[in-house]
């Protein structure tokens, strides 16, 4: 199995208005808010577009203003959207950086037993370091899995594979 790329990188979350001319107040889910600005265009989860007129950044939010939506009314109907944008307009990553996009849906498996632990169905920004979320089939607790060098021994997009080695657990 190869793992598909999204053509569409999650960015944002819109969380509230700001003010009463329609801006809105973003959530980046990237390491650069000011990124924004760079920006003509972003999508809904829909599909829709919305095209930027101004961006900003105040107290690590991204401050948006978009075509058309000129009050505080029009930007409440937007909260909670998910914003993307075209994976042509994401920032290139260094080697050995991936988009979360790309992580979701990877199968997961330990590097010293061989044994697949299952597949990653979320990841968890703790503020040290990204956790992916592993579910187990036929299990109901997940496996939680650090985004550590020292953890994450290889990631292939093409096999859609993530070779790990967890820690030892002492009973």
Not at 54 to 70: C, M, S, T
Not at 98 to 120: H, Q, S
């Amino acid at each position: 199995m190869t793992m598909k790329q999204t053509n569409r990188i999650l960015v944002g979350q819109i969380i509230a208005p700001h003010g009463v001319r329609g801006d809105v107040r973003v959530s980046p889910l990237t390491d650069e808010a000011g990124r924004f600005a760079a920006l003509k265009c972003v999508f809904m989860h829909s599909g829709a577009v919305l095209t930027l007129e101004r961006a900003g950044v105040h107290k690590g939010l991204a401050l948006l203003h978009f075509q058309g939506v000129d009050t505080v009314e029009a930007a409440e109907k937007l909260r909670g959207q998910q914003l993307y944008i075209d994976r042509k307009d994401a920032v290139p990553l260094a080697a050995g950086q991936y988009y979360t996009a790309d992580i979701l849906g990877l199968r997961v498996v330990d590097e010293r037993t061989g044994e697949e632990l299952g597949e990653i169905v979320q990841s968890l920004e703790t503020g040290s370091n990204d956790v992916y979320v592993v579910r187990q089939a036929g299990r109901s607790q997940d496996v939680l899995v650090p985004a550590l060098k020292s953890v994450v021994s290889e990631v292939s997009l093409p096999e859609g594979l993530m070779r790990v080695r967890l820690q030892e657990v002492w009973e």
